[in-house]
């Protein structure tokens, strides 16, 4: 049964391990940024542009599937990167609910005029991890790769603009051509990511690994690999658990992010070794 188990598990669980290195990553951003809630934006972004192409008949595995959801990606970032302000009088968490809203509404406005609209809501919802291949799983890795290396080369005003907003304004730096191109290669990932895992799965893969990196504070450095720890420990928990009890994998990795979260929490507070707010 053990062999069988990971013969069948061995490439989701290795698509998991990507999409823990990149989204981890990017949390740290997001969250530092306050901006919680764009991943899930752009991911229904993503996923209205790939409910677009469903429409006009490309398939979702397509090349042209991926291109309409990039444009559409594109423009979400050009809109998030245009938004934002020094002197903020709107909040951006606000613009980023209403694009979410619209984007979602549109996705099912699109997808009621095409056949089987609501499966291809639902996949595009929790994705469907169990069925990637392993060329895929190459495919993506070499794609976060080159992304990873755009953020490794410009890091230095990527987490300035993140962390001290303020101070990147007072030193001049173009902070709306540098959130446009962290949106954009943002964008460039949860195309991508949606695709293979869904929005939740993939809004979870950014979130609930920083959040638990946080809980026990450090170095940024320690936090990433922090993330990166409790993202691939929760991959193995939840897939495990997927197979031995026959549960959709997308949906119980989703759970399992929320409930291993809550008992660090938990932990972290009864033990006293939570780090300071």
Known sequence: MAHDLLALMWVPFLMCLVLTGIHAYLGLHVIAREVVFVDIALAQIAALGATAAFLLGYDLESWGSYAFGLTF??????????????????????????????????AVLVADRTPHGAEHLRSM????????????????ACLYAVVGLFHWLCRRPFLLISTD?????????????????????????????????????????????????????GTVSR??????????????????????????????????????????AVVTRATGSAAPA
């Open 125 to 140: 919802l929790v994705g469907s991890i169990l069925a990637v291949r392993g060329s895929e799983v190459i495919k993506v």
């Open 223 to 264: 936090r990433l690999a922090v993330a990166w720890g409790f993202g691939t420990f929760v991959s193995v928990v939840a897939m495990v658990a997927s197979a031995i009890l026959d549960l959709p994998t997308g949906a119980t990795v989703v759970c399992a992010f929320g409930l291993i979260l809550l008992v660090l």
């Open 73 to 106: 990606t594109i423009l979400g970032a050009s809109v998030f990167a245009l938004t934002r302000s020094r002197e903020r009088r709107v909040s951006q968490e606000a613009v980023i609910g209403v694009v979410y809203a619209v984007s979602a509404a549109a």
């Open 165 to 217: 907003p303020d101070k990147a304004y007072s030193d001049g730096w173009r902070v709306r051509r540098w959130d446009f191109l962290f949106y954009a290669s943002f964008g460039v990932v949860v195309t991508s990511s949606v695709r293979i895992a869904g929005v939740l799965l993939v809004f979870s893969y950014l979130i609930v690994p920083t959040l638990a990196a946080n809980l026990l504070g």
